[in-house]
């Protein structure tokens, strides 16, 4: 019994297999437009002779090979720092410096160590011992941190410096409790080294 179904299964595929095959047959030879051996009429009534007949292309756009053309990367004119990378690193450095938990191992600082000068990672250093040396209660604490203006204070393209100052929202939580969001802006002092930004020094306002 179950070999005859298996049968009558065969069997009803390789119909349906046919008729769709007949069916593309069909389809084909109705698309492909035939031309009178001897002369093709336009619709304006003017006869054409086969050799003034323009047979249609046999290949599709994409099968022509493309004009591909090679982009020279040196000819680029260098960027040159100016101040406005410098308020987008001072925008990135202090949301990144201000989002925190007592749960994330002090990234939000560690992360920022390859954008601070010799002497700002220094103070990253005794920042986070400090931060180890204080006892951890348990309970979950942290604080979510978002730019709202930046704003370039001083810049000296010469002596290679500036100045910005970050307005941010900030709004902590305890445990399961979320706390009203305030804004605190964030004074930052930045050097040119190796055609690069970096922060010198950082503080919050009171």
Same mark, same amino acid.
């Given at each position: 019994? @179950?070999?005859?179904? %298996?049968?009558?299964?065969? $069997?009803? /595929?390789?119909?349906?297999? $046919? /008729?769709?095959?007949?069916?593309?047959?069909?389809? @084909?030879?109705?698309?492909?437009?035939?031309?009178?051996?001897?002369?093709?009429?336009?619709?304006?009534?003017?006869?054409?002779?086969?050799?003034? =007949?323009?047979?249609?292309?046999?290949?599709?756009? &994409?099968?022509?090979?493309? !004009?591909?053309?090679?982009?020279? =990367?040196?000819?680029?004119?260098?960027?040159? $720092?100016?101040?406005?990378?410098?308020?987008?690193?001072?925008?990135?450095?202090?949301?990144?410096?201000?989002? #925190?938990?007592?749960?994330?191992?002090?990234?939000?600082?560690?992360?920022?160590? /390859? #954008? @601070?000068?010799?002497?700002?990672?220094?103070?990253?250093?005794?920042? /986070?011992?400090?931060?180890?040396?204080? %006892?951890?209660?348990?309970?979950?604490?942290?604080?979510?941190? !978002?730019?709202?203006?930046?704003?370039?204070?001083?810049?000296?393209?010469?002596?290679?410096?500036?100045?910005?100052?970050?307005?941010?929202?900030?709004?902590?939580?305890?445990? !399961?409790?979320? &706390?009203?969001?305030?804004?605190?802006?964030?004074?930052?002092?930045? =050097?040119?080294?190796?055609?690069?930004?970096?922060?010198? !020094?950082? =503080?919050?306002?009171?």
């Amino acid at each position: 019994m @179950m070999e005859n179904r %298996k049968k009558i299964g065969l $069997l009803i /595929i390789i119909t349906a297999v $046919l /008729i769709l095959a007949i069916i593309i047959v069909l389809l @084909m030879k109705k698309a492909s437009p035939t031309l009178d051996n001897s002369t093709a009429t336009s619709t304006n009534g003017n006869t054409l002779t086969n050799s003034e =007949v323009t047979a249609a292309p046999t290949s599709t756009p &994409g099968d022509k090979p493309r !004009n591909y053309q090679t982009y020279n =990367v040196a000819k680029e004119t260098p960027h040159t $720092l100016n101040a406005n990378d410098a308020a987008k690193l001072s925008s990135l450095f202090a949301v990144r410096l201000g989002s #925190f938990s007592n749960q994330s191992d002090y990234g939000n600082v560690t992360d920022l160590k /390859i #954008f @601070m000068t010799a002497g700002m990672r220094d103070w990253a250093d005794k920042y /986070i011992t400090d931060l180890k040396a204080q %006892k951890y209660s348990g309970e979950y604490y942290g604080i979510t941190t !978002n730019t709202l203006t930046t704003k370039v204070l001083n810049y000296d393209d010469k002596a290679g410096t500036a100045k910005v100052e970050v307005i941010t929202e900030r709004q902590e939580s305890h445990a !399961n409790t979320l &706390g009203k969001a305030y804004q605190q802006k964030m004074t930052l002092d930045l =050097v040119k080294n190796n055609d690069e930004w970096l922060v010198d !020094n950082a =503080v919050w306002a009171k």
